[in-house]
């Protein structure tokens, strides 16, 4: 006797069934549909991505610090701040919040009402790699 798959209840006929080009034909729409689903969900996701733009990634030395400028608390983006001996932070800032994801205690992001300033020190590892993926922040150097 036949079942059923449990993610998109295609039709599994028993061994000792006999084919049923109705069930197959069934199948191959669900296996249609699910497909273009799919294509339709990484065609959004590649077009958002596309949106998304490396800005103003640079060096800093020493007391050196950044500023970037937004619009809008609806903006959202991601801040890095990076050495070459992997030390480093990364920032989420979305809806008017800034929120750490790995912090470093050479690296400071202060939010303001317009800007969000990194500013770092004891470059002694060498220079911070700064930058942003964001549609709506754009850096001031300080």
Same mark, same amino acid.
């Given at each position: =006797?036949?079942?059923?798959?449990?993610?998109? @209840?295609? *039709?599994?006929?028993? #061994?000792? /069934?006999?084919?049923?080009?109705? /069930?197959? @034909?069934?199948? =191959?729409?669900?296996?249609?549909?699910? =497909?273009?689903?799919?294509? /339709?969900?990484?065609?959004?996701?590649?077009?958002? !991505?596309?949106?998304?733009?490396?800005?103003?990634?640079?060096?800093?030395? /020493? @007391?050196?610090? *950044?500023?970037?400028? &937004?619009?809008? #608390?609806?903006?959202?983006?991601?801040?890095?701040? $990076?050495?070459?001996?992997?030390?480093?932070?990364? #920032? %989420?800032?979305?809806?008017?919040?800034? $929120?750490?994801?790995?912090? $470093?205690? @050479? !690296?400071? &992001?202060?939010?303001?009402?317009? #800007?969000?300033?990194?500013? *770092?020190?004891?470059?002694?590892?060498?220079?911070?790699? *700064?930058?942003? %993926?964001?549609?709506?922040? =754009?850096?001031? %150097?300080?």
């Amino acid at each position: =006797m036949a079942t059923n798959t449990t993610n998109y @209840n295609m *039709v599994k006929p028993a #061994y000792s /069934d006999t084919a049923d080009i109705a /069930d197959i @034909n069934s199948n =191959m729409d669900i296996i249609d549909a699910q =497909m273009k689903t799919n294509a /339709d969900g990484i065609s959004t996701l590649n077009s958002n !991505i596309a949106n998304l733009a490396p800005k103003g990634s640079m060096r800093l030395l /020493d @007391n050196q610090s *950044v500023m970037f400028t &937004f619009s809008s #608390y609806s903006t959202s983006a991601i801040i890095f701040a $990076a050495s070459a001996n992997n030390n480093g932070a990364l #920032y %989420v800032f979305s809806n008017g919040y800034l $929120a750490p994801i790995k912090t $470093a205690s @050479n !690296i400071t &992001f202060t939010l303001s009402s317009d #800007y969000i300033t990194i500013t *770092v020190s004891n470059t002694s590892g060498g220079p911070i790699h *700064v930058g942003c %993926v964001s549609a709506g922040l =754009m850096p001031i %150097v300080s």
